[in-house]
């Protein structure tokens, strides 16, 4: 069966400019996470969702960064006034459920804020 | 707060010797989870292993097995017999249970990773 998918494969963006990344969780999966990972470095938990709820958004850096699951399968994460310092690939993974299975990653977003 | 340390920045091996990346975790729940997971250069993450903190049983699959000793909080992953293919980043992951009735496991949290490189 198909994976978890995410779009684009790649963003590049100015400085200031808003981007939303898209995620397409395997299906069936109620829980869907987003981490970032910057170069050398291991995933950081951003948020995750069970069904269309944040179920823990503490690892939001800053107000910049929001993320949305209206209808409990894809999700978006939204960042305003990029800054260079946003600059990573971002994550994204399901689960059957926050207390079942391991979590499926996705290929991830590469954004490139210039 | 929890924290995992992979304190094994990069390893270099020659194909077919044996290798242990090290884990070592920390938590303050009784109850947790820990993961290890690949990726290799194309970037996607694979799982390995998920264990949970009450199962101290060592599990080996195929050339792949793990020690998990909660008396030293570590989490280590042994390679048999490493081929050319094993190399990638490898990164252990602590999943804690919080909130009311201890049943969020959402949260993974990594490690720095391992780079393996194994040699022809």
């Known amino acids: 069966g198909a994976g978890v998918s995410q779009t684009p494969s790649n963003k590049v963006t100015e400085k200031g400019k808003y981007v939303e990344l898209r995620c397409d969780p395997i299906s069936g999966h109620t829980a869907l996470y987003w981490y970032r990972q910057s170069l050398g470095q291991g995933p950081e938990f951003l948020i995750y969702f069970q069904g269309t709820g944040a179920a823990d958004d503490s690892g939001l850096p800053n107000d910049r960064f929001f993320a949305v699951r209206p209808e409990g399968s894809v999700s978006t994460l939204k960042i305003q006034r990029t800054e260079r310092g946003d600059s990573a690939v971002y994550l994204c993974a399901s689960s059957l459920g926050v207390n079942q299975g391991e979590q499926f990653f996705g290929p991830g977003t590469r954004l490139t804020v210039l | 707060a929890q924290k995992v340390t992979q304190a094994q920045t990069e390893i270099s091996v020659v194909e077919k010797e044996d290798v242990t990346l090290d884990c070592v975790y920390e938590?303050?729940?009784?109850?947790?989870?820990l993961f290890w997971y690949k990726q290799p250069p194309s970037g996607e993450l694979v799982f390995l292993i998920r264990?949970?903190?009450?199962?101290?049983q060592n599990e080996i699959s195929g050339r792949y097995s793990w020690n998990f000793q909660k008396s030293t909080s570590s989490f280590n992953f042994t390679i048999t017999a490493s081929q050319v293919v094993d190399s990638a980043v490898y990164f252990c992951?602590?999943?804690?249970?919080?909130?009311?009735?201890?049943?969020?496991?959402?949260?993974?949290?990594f490690g720095q990773g391992t780079i393996l490189t194994v040699h022809p």
């Open positions: 938590t303050r729940d009784t109850t947790y989870y």
């Open positions: 264990r949970n903190s009450f199962d101290e």
């Open positions: 992951a602590l999943s804690e249970a919080g909130g009311a009735g201890g049943t969020s496991y959402g949260k993974l949290t």
